[in-house]
């Protein structure tokens, strides 16, 4: 890599960081290993001491966490490479497939010298961008944490009181809660007067189902079950409750949170190359079928690939790109599972509100269908058109149009 002395690769861990410096004509310059916390100041100072005068440019795994954060906060160039390629990379040091710190370490300097292109400069993001990556994470795990809880209750009830499963198909609803303290038993159903679940569904604002229909699903004949079943299931469900409670109460707060935290991001001023957040944010925003979550997860996952508008990185990172294997006459397309988890289920929600508010989406899908996809294959094969068309909206600055008539080369 031509404008560097020095390459430093960092072989990160838990407790223990392992670090390889190699000088331009790849001699081992210096090892050493340094403890997670006080012992990346120690680094920092470690290497200042070992390039001296010259530069230098480091390779990791990872491209974010606090070793990233602690180098670039020094001024350090920082590069990141795919695991995947590092994995063929360690093969050319190790034929036989032996891996361990030191020799990982010495691999991402190695590599870094030799092969600068499979290597991926990262960029500092405004803060905002960081704080709306972990708000992100922690409401797609409150998410998960209601999901559970709801197979739980579901769970319970199934043992002595099916007639309540029947009123909705998520039983982490907080009307579903009310409505069960009312009623915890069939038998205390059976006494449950009108005018209290009308009052109950008028206060969550539920028009799917009347106070009429609830009463005939509760009341409906059970079945009869051993004794201590009900006290038993009752206790689980006190207590799953509760939590659920909790969750639902920290999942709308951590919702306007990022809601906060997404305006914020929309005032940070420009970086040095001129790219602005708050015109990303604005045009991504009127796409259908990205809400505020959605845009949250594309944006604090690949804040990389969207500034550069990298429509080769994009499908890969989402999972939409397929891996192609041809051999001889045989030729094979699978889904691609080395993706982001994150981007992959914001990319699949994108594409299924799209089908049923965006025409062309709509068409897109039923054309793949009548093919003989699967629905999960036509949604990849939407957001395979859907990529390609929000580049090209951030590329033209222009917001969405249905018919894409100002970028229908992109689709």
Not at 29 to 35: H, S
Not at 117 to 141: D, S, V
Not at 159 to 185: G, H
Not at 291 to 298: D, E, F, M, R, S
């Amino acid at each position: 890599m031509q404008g560097h002395d020095f390459f430093v690769g960092i072989d990160w861990g838990y407790e223990l960081h392992q670090a390889c410096l190699i000088d331009g004509q790849g001699e081992t310059v210096a090892e050493r290993k340094f403890e997670h916390g006080k012992g990346l100041n120690d680094l920092s100072r470690w290497l200042q001491e070992q390039m001296g005068d010259g530069l230098l440019a480091v390779a990791i795994e990872t491209p974010h966490g606090p070793v990233v954060e602690t180098m670039m906060e020094r001024g350090l160039a920082v590069y990141s490479v795919n695991p995947g390629q590092l994995d063929r990379f360690r093969d050319r040091l190790s034929p036989s497939g032996a891996r361990d710190d030191r020799r990982d370490a010495r691999v991402l300097a190695i590599s870094l010298r030799s092969d600068p292109h499979c290597f991926r400069k990262l960029k500092a993001h405004p803060a905002a961008l960081a704080e709306l990556r972990e708000l992100n994470r922690i409401e797609i795990g409150l998410a998960e944490n209601r999901g559970r809880l709801a197979n739980q209750i579901r769970q319970a009830l199934w043992r002595y009181y099916p007639q309540f499963i029947e009123l909705d198909a998520d039983l982490s609803k907080t009307w579903l809660a009310e409505l069960r303290a009312k009623a915890p038993t069939p038998e205390k159903a059976r006494r449950l007067r009108k005018h209290a679940v009308e009052n109950l569904l008028k206060q969550h604002r539920i028009r799917r189902i009347n106070a009429s229909q609830v009463l005939k699903i509760l009341k409906t004949p059970g079945f009869p079950v051993a004794d201590g079943t009900v006290q038993a299931a009752c206790a689980s469900l006190e207590i799953a409750f509760q939590q659920l409670a909790l969750i639902n109460q920290q999942h709308r707060e951590i919702n306007r949170t990022i809601e906060t935290v997404i305006e914020r991001l929309c005032e940070s001023a420009e970086d040095e190359t001129g790219h602005s957040w708050q015109r990303d944010v604005n045009l991504l925003s009127s796409i259908l079928g990205i809400g505020h979550k959605i845009l949250a997860t594309l944006l604090s996952e690949s804040p990389d690939a969207w500034q550069r508008r990298d429509l080769q990185a994009l499908p890969c990172l989402c999972g939409i790109a397929p891996v192609t294997r041809q051999s001889g006459k045989s030729r094979l397309a699978r889904r691609r599972l080395a993706c982001n988890g994150l981007l992959r289920n914001a990319s699949y929600h994108w594409a299924n509100i799209a089908i049923r508010h965006d025409p062309a989406s709509r068409d897109k899908h039923t054309a793949l269908r009548d093919r003989g996809h699967s629905h999960a294959r036509a949604l990849r094969g939407v957001g395979d058109r859907l990529l390609p068309v929000a580049v090209k909206m951030l590329e033209r600055q222009c917001e969405f149009d249905p018919q894409y008539r100002s970028y229908r080369q992109a689709a």
